[in-house]
């Protein structure tokens, strides 16, 4: 089992930064692939970017060039999320995938853009 906490969340205005942190305990050893996801009210949830075991980063089209995705040593993991949008605002999930092919999702933090 692996448990996943969330934060860094906030709101910014367009073209500002935010950093977001996921802490990953529990058998951590067993995480291959970590991610970030995100879901905005009245959309489908949607792959953000991911990391592989290798640390190997795959983005979508929407955040290259702005969004970065890394982790440490202790599998905890960030999104550094520059030139914020508008359509950026939704809640955050991190995951990971165990070699098992399981996946574990954290609570979700929330990034608001302001107008």
Known sequence: QVQLVESGGGLVQPGESLRLSCSASGSIISIETMAWHRQAPGKQRELVA??????????????????????????????????????????????????????????????????
Do not use: H
């Open 50 to 115: 991911l990391i592989t075991g290798g640390g190997r980063p795959n983005y979508a089209d929407s955040v290259k060039g702005r969004f970065t995705i890394s982790k440490d040593a202790e599998n905890t993991l960030y999104l550094q999320m520059n030139s914020l949008k508008p359509e950026d605002a939704a809640v955050y999930y991190c995951t990971a995938t165990d070699w098992g092919n399981n996946v574990y999702w954290g609570q979700g933090t929330q990034v608001t853009l302001s107008s």
